[in-house]
């Protein structure tokens, strides 16, 4: 009889013990956020998503050569001078971009690519919920060309090398002439 009742106190003060962390939090304020209703404010310079001003890049590919993943991909088309602008921070823009793509499915947010970009135009954005069921749809495309608009761009800039490669030959002839 006595073994028997000392089982029972031995399974009673058994769990007991076991329950004494969740016995302590019964009396402990909840820190747990209730996401997706609550949410908890990232600190600054957090990592998150990445985001490119494409109007200001400059096409330098600073950002390309840095990122250890190699998530970014970038196809340039040299402009013409008619065509060459200035960015919003005074940068000229000698390059149409037709593709500039980060596979955030790869990035590891090392946040290496904006440091060099000399037009600060790619940078973190708050953003951290952009799950997607599709990991090519985590393939972010920034570039505004339309692609029916790539091969014109294209013949213009071949057309306008031709052009610049007969000058200098023409040069070259009048100089050697004299
Ligand atoms: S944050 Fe890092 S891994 Fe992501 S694109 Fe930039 S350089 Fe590449
Ligand atoms: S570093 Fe900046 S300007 Fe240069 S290609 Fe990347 S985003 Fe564009």
Redesign the pocket.
Known sequence: MRQYLLNIWNAFWTVLVGMRLTWRHLFIPAVTVQYPDERWTLPPNSRMQ?FVNIDDCIGCRQ?ER????E??TIDLIKAVPEDEREASTGHKVRFHVTKFD?DMAK????????IPCPTECIYMTPSYEDAAPDRFDLIYHFAKIPPEKIPELEEKARRFEEEEAAKKTKKKAAVAAN
Do not use: H, K
């Open positions: 990445l950002c840095a990122c250890p993943v998530c970014i980060i990035c590891c947010y090392c946040n290496l690519c904006t």
